[in-house]
């Protein structure tokens, strides 16, 4: 069974930057997803940023929800994890608790998540 933990989360004030990780134990085998996903108080769980795998002709995809694009970027190592999640000019509706989703053949596995905070 995969078990990811997510970290970095905190205070900032708008404009300023985070930086999140999510590692993971056990055997992750046939990878199709991963990615970060977050949810605001009272809100739905939403998908921030994603790597999906591709073939070796096609590479990986890498996607972002329109409200972070250009200011939040999701990269991994050359293994799996760690991952990822690097907040730049953030905005007060950044406010969240954040996941880590992985996605195999086998399962789905969530974080059990870090919360974002930024104060006005």
């Known amino acids: 069974q995969v078990q990811l933990v997510e970290s970095g989360g905190g205070l900032v004030q708008a404009g300023g930057s985070l930086r999140l990780s999510c590692s993971a134990s056990g055997t992750i085998t046939s990878t199709h997803a991963v990615g970060w996903y977050r949810q605001a108080l009272g809100k739905q769980r939403e998908l921030v940023a994603s790597i999906t795998s591709g073939d070796k002709t096609s590479g990986d995809k890498i996607s972002y929800a329109d409200s972070v694009k250009g200011r939040f970027t999701i990269s991994r190592d050359n293994a799996k994890f760690p991952v990822f999640l690097q907040m730049t000019r953030l905005k007060p509706e950044d406010t969240a608790v954040y996941y880590c989703?992985?996605?195999?053949?086998?399962?789905?596995?969530w974080g059990q998540g870090t919360q974002v905070t930024v104060s006005s």
């Open positions: 989703n992985l996605v195999t053949t086998y399962s789905v596995s």
